[in-house]
């Protein structure tokens, strides 16, 4: 049974380059009523050795992460077995790396792929030339304080979304890249959810759900989005067979509200984007929760829910998405 | 006792790399000490900064994205020079120092190191301090390292 869980998926501690402590992160994560927090400090896993059972039990639990600061790009490399060393990556050598990384069951993801590199921000753009994305699981499209607003996420999504019309694989996830409590509380924080298995929280349910494309990103309600196909149901990540289908859906607004409804985020509708192009939009009611279904005959590639409303004043705007359910030839 | 005091110049050259230098324990101690330091930081020269931000930008910003970038030179308040400092010891990686400040001390013991390093006995043995270099627009970056052994006697 999968359980969908809300995460803070891209941190730094005075580790590195933050001002947070471990146990610091950990209670601003409780606030913004988490249920999990990846400590992803720049190269370098030494906060892992401040995470306790006890701050845990008291707070949330810590995903152990670390964030690949490289010279050529940022990489979030979630949970893996053993430490892979960042220092020899160069943009021909990077698939050798991420293979290591994925044998050793970390999951890759790319960090903020179209921030300014050096001598802005150094190294933060991605210029690896990956061959082999099958060991990269997902691309952070949302990154920053303020996701929905930044510049450079536009060409990060647009970036995913062309990475599977190629035919790659990829989840795709947010990130505040939190290094310090400055947010004020009512700064409107979206979230990366994973579904985990019996809605346990730790490092491998969370690496387990990167790697399978359990993951969507909302900035306010639960999304939901399943394809049932001869009897049987597929979840986020799965692959289906073109043809015949039924979508089913659900927006539950009443997840973590106090978080996001002050923002003046109001859902509006769902659209089903296949292989990049909208392909079906459904008008919300407004209740409180809301679910559907809608036949529909899948063409081979993949499809993905997005959620679009109200937001701070702004009307259609992305509220949140899904990573992509895969439609092989049938 | 000082293992090893030394200044590393670096230049745009080395920009993108890593400068390794290997040192030795003899035997084992109860603290490593790493002071390092490096300058310039800020690039101050304008023209230079200029050049920098003028020249990469559009390595980074789709071609339909450079009007939201046009005042980019005014907005870059303090462009820098970025090189930490990351430790080994044989074969294990015990972590690196990823922050802006030029002047940082960092150690290693078994009780507690500092942040971003592991805790770590340093043990006799070989060991790697490995300078990354980030970023270098500068001429030329001096990088001093000083590395301090203390003994048990040394610190009763
Ligand atoms: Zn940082
Ligand atoms: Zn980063």
Request: hydrophobic share 35%.
């Amino acid at each position: 049974m999968i359980e969908y869980k809300a995460f803070e998926m891209h941190s730094h501690t005075f580790h590195s380059d933050g001002t947070f402590s471990v146990e610091s992160l950990c209670q601003a994560c409780k606030v913004r009523e988490l249920d999990g927090v990846a400590l992803t400090d720049h190269n370098t896993m030494s906060g892992w050795e401040e995470i306790t059972p006890a701050l845990e039990e008291q707070t949330l639990p810590v995903i152990r992460g670390i964030e690949w600061t490289t010279f050529y790009g940022h990489m979030l490399v979630i949970g893996a077995d053993r430490y892979v060393d960042w220092r020899l990556a160069t943009p021909e050598n990077i698939d050798r790396f991420t293979e290591a990384i994925s044998a050793a069951n970390g999951a890759v993801g790319i960090a903020h792929p179209f921030s300014l590199g050096s001598p802005f921000c150094t190294g933060c753009h991605w210029e690896f030339r990956v061959k082999e994305w099958k060991n990269i699981h997902y691309v952070e499209v949302w990154s920053g304080p303020f996701p929905l607003f930044e510049p450079y996420n536009e060409p990060g999504f647009q970036m995913w979304t062309d990475l599977l019309n190629q035919g790659h694989r990829l989840a795709a996830s947010c990130g505040i890249d939190w290094h310090e409590n400055d947010l004020e509380e009512n700064h409107h924080m979206p979230v990366t959810c994973l579904g985990v298995e019996n809605g346990e929280v730790s490092t491998r349910t969370a690496r387990e759900a990167l790697r399978a494309g359990r993951v969507y990103v909302t900035g306010g309600p639960a999304l939901d989005f399943q394809i049932e196909q001869s009897g049987k149901r597929h979840g986020l990540g799965a692959a289906v067979n073109s043809g015949a289908a039924t979508l089913l859906w659900g927006v539950d607004q009443t997840a973590r509200t106090s978080q996001w409804n002050s923002f003046g985020l109001i859902p509006r509708r769902v659209a089903f984007i296949q292989n990049g192009g909208e392909v079906l939009s459904i008008e919300l009611s407004g209740q409180e929760k809301e679910k559907g279904q809608t036949a529909y005959e899948l063409w081979p590639g993949w499809i993905r829910l997005e959620l679009y409303g109200d937001y701070q004043g702004r009307a259609d705007q992305l509220l949140g998405f899904t990573s992509p359910i895969y439609v092989e030839k049938d | 006792m000082i293992l090893l005091d030394q200044t590393i110049l670096f230049h745009p050259e080395d920009d993108k790399t890593n400068h390794v230098i290997p040192f030795t324990l003899s035997r084992d101690c109860v603290k490593l000490e790493f002071a390092c330091s490096y300058t310039p930081k800020v690039i101050q020269d304008e023209a230079l900064k200029r050049w920098a931000v003028l020249s990469n930008i559009g390595r980074y910003v789709p071609r339909y994205q450079l009007p939201l970038y046009q005042d980019m030179y005014d907005q870059v308040e303090d462009l820098v020079n970025l090189l930490t400092l990351s430790l080994d010891y044989e074969d294990q990686y015990l972590g690196c120092a990823h922050r802006h400040a030029p002047i940082q001390t960092h150690f290693l013991s078994a009780k507690q190191s500092s942040p971003g390093f592991l805790r770590h006995h340093p043990a006799a043995g070989d060991y790697r301090a490995v300078i990354n270099i980030h970023s270098i627009t500068s001429p030329e970056v001096a990088f001093h390292l000083v590395i301090t052994a203390l003994f048990e006697e040394e610190t009763v």
